[in-house]
């Protein structure tokens, strides 16, 4: 089975929204699917896109070819995704201990 990863359209007339999706290849755009892994906003300015990279890798470990648009999808949230960590951890230790 050739999987691949893409978008699956979803939204009203001239309102795109996407879902990045794990497929066979052979099913239809919006037809069958195999595992959610992120969406896609395209009127949406600036960060437009969630996406689960620990799953995207998976995917193309064991063969899944993502498309253009998802390659560039991914290529974007890895480079946004060391920075937001780091937010985290400021956040976290700027709250003294608590104490018991």
Known sequence: MAVSIRLRREGALNRPYYKVVVADSRSPRDGKF??????YDPKK??????????????????????????????????????????????????HPPAAS
């Open 45 to 94: 300015h600036g960060h437009n896109s969630t996406l689960k990279l620990d799953r995207a890798e998976y995917w193309i470990a064991r063969g899944a070819q993502p498309s253009d648009t998802v390659r560039s999808l991914i290529k974007k949230n890895k480079k946004q995704a060391p920075t937001a960590p780091a937010a985290q951890v400021e956040q976290g230790t700027s």
């Open 34 to 39: 195999i595992e959610i892994i992120g969406t």
